[in-house]
């Protein structure tokens, strides 16, 4: 009973995840259709403001003046100002209450200035009204933001793609293999489903029967579909290529892999990044200088110029041009990409600001077991003895330990079927406990045995080719076919293919490579010297490896990222700048590291620094593009080259604006990464 309503609480956790995720994208939805509404009227509007604005017709040469026609622009600009504006002076009433003056703020000021400053005119204020200019500022907002929500929702859409992942039902199997139509939501723990070819799987699970490939390229970013046969696992959204399978669900609701991964990308997403934080504080410190800039401007061309009026306009140019509209919009675009490309390269962001440090990394330090190697055993040597092969050694030794589930056995049996050597099951099969395992084979009697149980039997064996295996950490086993000894295997944990590379990728980029494990210090040195490691550290308990992350960090500019898979690793990965989890490591590691790995591959390591890199160099160009739009802007608006006949009109500064906002979305959206 309890068991069913765990799983019912589950199942309402992640249903309301999945609203959560649709609400927010609802609401992200509506607020783009808001704008592109507000954006079309205020537009419309927007022409005949224009045909009636003086200014206009003595640009073109023409007189559509009647009596009353300063009203009706009065009445359209008030429209358009109140509509088309709303956001933005909601937006300004948000950020005053909080005291925190930003975008929306300056975005306000310089409608209102404009507004103001035009209505004067009309109601008999010496001047010319700058209504055409506050309708076309206001068109160059709307659409901005019409493009930032456009940008921001096709980047952060990822996490709709991940939900839209999972299939609506599944064929649950019952007790007599029949099978019924369910709502995944209804699955349980233990389950067993039915996935025909062609169909996604619908949760997490193991499969108990079949054989098929899985296509895992979505989830994982594995590109080539992955054999599964009994036995494996397989995620939930991954799809089932040619062969039937029947698996036993292990995972559901919030629990489940795609469920942790949604998690881990909307925390990413919303998590505040240390450029956009710069952005925000850019912002506001150009309130404040639109603001002494605007002062300055009014009080020197009282001074100097040739009219109060003159004054005002500039005054007025250099408020309406102030906007850091596109600044707004430099680093949550780069954000929200960089958190969608990082994922499709299988690295989940759970810590923006740690991600964005990643650049400045001068040392990583690897655990050993999981991370660097396999975590599991391989054959590494074979040797035979007298009248035996070495492929009869493989063959007697896997036929006795294809009846073991010992670590050590299934390490000799898969090296077998790699090699493509059969072995015949043995008529008797018995364990000799804590010295190996004995049974017949083909009418012989055969053991595989430690060294220790040829001590105690005084069977004499070459010693000196068997000690620099154990130096090296390796386990060796002995075969015994008939009391006498046909050869030995020797098996060790096997270095991933991957992690050469990685290793010296980090060398090529400057990067230190150092490993720190619990194991033996043999062992550790043999991985060591495979990898060509700068610096090995072995017997460490999960304590020392935190200090010995933080001994690194006292040196002068070092900077360390932590990659590790087990609980032991959780302390060093917590205290790292950078705490790098493996994706098949336990879930203390996942939820300690600030990315996660989901493919447990080395070589990600170098991708999130390449990445990192990249992501920054793409938000200070945006920056750089927003900034430098005001930085030059503001003095023209204020007039300092109006000594030449050069002077920027509201106009003018408009269009300027919207090119620096146009450009810097284009420049996000832009933003690739092939990791």
């Known amino acids: 009973m309890n068991h069913q309503n765990h799983n019912h609480h589950e199942h309402s956790e ?52 009647f009596p009353g026609d300063a009203y009706l622009l009065l009445a359209l600009s008030t429209f358009v100002f109140f509509y088309g504006g709303r956001p933005f002076l909601t937006g300004m009433i948000d950020e005053v209450k909080q005291k925190e003056p930003g975008m929306m703020t300056l975005i306000a000021m310089a409608i209102i200035v404009a507004y103001g400053y035009s209505a004067l005119t009309i109601f008999g204020v010496p001047g010319r009204n700058f209504f055409w200019e506050l309708a076309t500022l206001i068109d160059v907002m709307l659409i901005g933001h019409w493009i930032e929500m456009r940008s921001v929702m096709s980047a952060s859409s990822s996490l709709e793609e991940l939900v839209e992942l999972m299939p609506n039902t599944a064929h649950r199997l019952d007790e007599q293999d029949e099978t019924e139509d369910v709502n995944i939501a209804d699955l349980n723990q233990g389950d067993r489903v039915l996935i025909k070819p062609g169909e996604k799987v619908p949760a997490d699970g193991t499969i108990t029967k079949g054989q098929s490939e899985i296509d895992e390229s979505m989830l994982t970013g594995e590109s080539v579909p992955v054999t599964k046969n009994k036995g494996d696992e397989v995620i939930g959204g991954s799809i089932n290529s040619e062969g039937s399978l029947t698996i036993s669900v292990e995972k559901t609701g919030t629990d489940s892999y795609l469920s942790q991964v949604i998690n881990l990308v909307r ?17 506001k410190w150009l309130f404040y200088v639109a603001m002494g800039a605007g002062l300055i401007t009014f009080i020197i061309w009282i001074m100097v110029g040739p009219s109060f009026n003159y004054a005002l306009e500039r005054t007025v140019t250099v408020m309406v041009i102030a906007c850091p509209h596109a600044l707004g919009l430099a680093a949550p675009l780069v954000v929200a990409k960089s958190t969608t490309l990082a994922a499709q390269s299988g690295l989940l962001i759970r810590k923006r600001s740690s991600f964005e440090e990643a650049r400045k990394i001068t040392t990583v330090v690897f655990d050993k077991t999981g991370t660097l190697t ?39 049996v898969r090296y077998a079927e790699e090699k493509g050597i059969s072995y015949p099951q043995p008529q008797s099969f018995e364990s000799l406990t804590g010295k190996g395992i004995t049974g017949e084979v083909e009418g012989k009697q055969v053991k595989v045995v430690s060294p220790g149980y040829l001590e105690e039997q005084n069977l004499e064996f070459d010693n000196s080719a068997i000690q620099p295996l154990s130096e090296q950490g390796k386990t060796v086993v002995f075969l015994l076919i008939d009391e006498a000894i046909a050869g030995y295997v020797a098996l060790a944990d096997q270095v991933k293919e991957d992690s050469k590379q990685a290793i010296a990728d980090l060398r090529e980029r400057n990067v230190e490579a150092r490993m720190l494990t619990g194991d033996h210090q043999k062992v550790a040195q043999w991985v060591g010297e495979q990898l060509n490691l700068d610096e090995v550290t072995a017997e460490v308990l999960p304590d020392q490896k935190a200090a010995y992350i933080k001994e690194i960090q006292q040196q002068k500019n070092k900077r360390v990222a932590m ?28 939820e300690t590291a600030d990315i996660v790995l989901v493919d447990s591959n080395p070589r990600d390591v170098v991708n999130i620094l390449d990445l990192s890199k990249a992501t920054y160099r793409k938000m200070i160009q945006n920056l750089w593009w927003a900034a430098g739009y ?20 509201p106009a003018v500064g408009a269009i300027l604006m919207s090119l620096s906002t146009v450009i810097v979305a284009i420049n996000a959206r832009m933003f690739t990464y092939e990791g």
Request: glycine share 8%; proline share 4%.
């Open 267 to 283: 925390e990413a997403q919303n998590s505040k990044s240390y450029t956009q934080d710069l952005s925000d504080r850019m912002a």
């Open 14 to 65: 992640h249903e309301h995840e999945h609203n959560h995720d649709h609400d927010h994208h609802e609401h992200h939805a509506h607020m783009m259709e808001d704008f592109k509404k507000r954006f079309y009227i205020a537009l419309l509007l927007t022409l005949p403001i224009l045909a009636l604005s003086p200014m206009i017709q003595e640009f073109i040469g023409v007189d559509w003046g």
């Open 374 to 412: 396999m975590g599991e055993f391989g054959v590494s040597d074979v040797s035979a003895s007298g009248d035996y092969t070495e492929e009869d050694v493989v063959k007697y030794t896997a036929s006795l330990e294809s009846q073991s589930e010992h670590p050590i056995a299934q390490g000799i």
């Open 630 to 649: 005001n930085i030059l802007a503001l003095p023209l608006a204020a007039g300092i080259l109006s000594p030449v006949g050069i002077v920027l009109s």
């Open 563 to 590: 990659t590790g898979d087990g609980v032991n690793d959780a302390p060093a990965l917590a205290n790292a700048d950078l705490g790098i989890a493996i994706g098949a490591g336990t879930d203390v590691a996942m």
